[in-house]
């Protein structure tokens, strides 16, 4: 497809603009170079006229098809000398007499003054003929400039296309990219550009595979430790022995051993370039909220919070559950963080999910940043990880995130399943 803003275009058209330019500069100068010389040409044919017709004694004035002739002295004057040029003084002109332009020149010579005029109607219609040869050749050379340009452009890019295409269809994961046709027979700027690709490619491999290793390693470095703190943890709340304050000390290790199990299950799915559709499973999004309520509800402690679920609509989403509830889970912490009293309301909408507090509330700048990674507020006692994980959940599965707050009366956090 031609398009205007590729590169082959480009060269075309400066091509084309040169083309046009030198053009016309050449049409110019033969312009000026032929006035010049047809100028010349006439006062010579003039000045060669007078001489064979004026002596000290007698002046024959010429009359021809092309040159005309007349004299003024002081015991003579030519009849029907055209009152346009009695006047002139020496020197050479260009005027018209009677819609007929001519050539003038008037020079003072033996006592008298002589004005020969010469007719340029026949040299301005061959001066026309010629310069529609010049218009001719102009439009030739802007159009074969084009041509030849766009010509040029398609032998020199050829290569760098190639490369680009075969560039933009690889993935992070190939291995079987080949650019030998390039650097085996390309010692120019393409052939350097193919090989500096290449050696990008080995380097992104390489990061790749240590990647994957690192993550395999985290996935069972990380969890094998936390299966066993979970399994203790059971084993410790079946003890009866315990007393009221140690099971809610053990309850809570129970609690953020299964967070980090399940946050690190999450950041391991995140850290994927592509999720896995496998994976993926229907959820229940009021289903989810409501687990996530029950699971945060020790969060409020004695403060005097209202903390539930109202399900307006059923919303089902496709999404790795560990993702959702890390979503939904951030949303109702940072809730009731910011929460003295009041409520921290969740409703379930269809396709739709608002998490709305009566917490403090945002002022226009700290709204505005709210999702940047690592913004903290002032009031914000946490990393400045939680919304800007959220973003990035939302980011990559298609959803909306928006967030609504005014100062002192709280903050909505909206999230559009079906992103349009």
Request: net charge negative; with cysteine.
């Amino acid at each position: 497809m031609f398009q205007t803003n590729s590169l082959r275009f480009r060269v075309a058209f400066f091509y084309a603009i040169f083309g046009a330019g030198l053009s016309i500069l050449l049409a110019a100068g033969a312009y000026l170079t032929v006035e010049h010389i047809g100028h010349q040409l006439m006062d010579e044919a003039l000045l060669e006229e007078l001489n064979k017709h004026a002596s000290e004694s007698i002046f024959v004035e010429p009359n021809t098809v092309s040159i005309k002739g007349y004299m003024i002295s002081e015991t003579r004057r030519s009849p029907n000398i055209p009152y346009e040029v009695e006047s002139l003084a020496p020197g050479k002109y260009n005027m018209t007499v009677g819609n007929i332009d001519y050539r003038v020149l008037v020079v003072d010579k033996y006592g008298a003054r002589y004005f020969m005029m010469f007719d340029t109607q026949l040299q301005h219609f061959h001066e026309a003929v010629y310069f529609r040869y010049v218009e001719t050749f102009a439009l030739f050379m802007i159009f074969s400039s084009a041509a030849g340009g766009y010509w040029l452009a398609s032998r020199v890019t050829s290569s760098v296309t190639r490369l680009a295409r075969q560039v933009g269809q690889a993935e992070p994961g190939d291995t079987d990219l080949s650019l030998s046709w390039i650097k085996e027979t390309s010692n120019d700027e393409v052939g350097e550009l193919a090989r500096a690709f290449d050696r990008y490619l080995r380097r992104l491999r390489e990061f790749i595979e240590r990647e994957n290793f690192f993550t395999a390693d985290v996935s069972h470095e990380l969890r094998t430790p936390l299966a066993i703190m979970l399994s203790a943890v059971e084993v410790l709340e079946e003890d009866a022995s315990l007393s009221l304050k140690q099971k809610e000390r053990i309850t809570r290790i129970h609690r953020a051993t299964q967070d980090m199990i399940d946050l690190t299950s999450a950041l391991l799915l995140m850290a994927r370039e592509h999720l896995d559709v496998a994976d993926e499973q229907p959820c229940d999004v009021s289903d989810v909220a409501q687990a996530c309520v029950e699971k945060h509800r020790h969060l409020i402690g004695d403060r005097p919070i209202r903390l539930e679920v109202e399900t307006m609509a059923r919303t089902i989403v496709m999404v790795e559950r560990p993702l959702l509830e890390i979503v939904i889970g951030n949303l109702i912490r940072n809730g009731l963080f910011h929460t003295k009293s009041g409520s921290v309301l969740l409703k379930v909408e269809a396709g739709r999910l608002t998490v709305q507090d009566t917490g403090i509330g945002m002022r226009p700048e700290e709204l505005e940043r709210a999702l940047e990674r690592y913004y903290k507020g002032p009031s914000s006692a946490g990393a400045g990880v939680g919304l800007s994980l959220v973003k990035r959940i939302c980011d990559r599965y298609g959803w909306h995130i928006s967030l609504d707050s005014k100062e002192g009366e709280g903050t909505s956090a909206v999230i559009e399943f079906s992103a349009g």
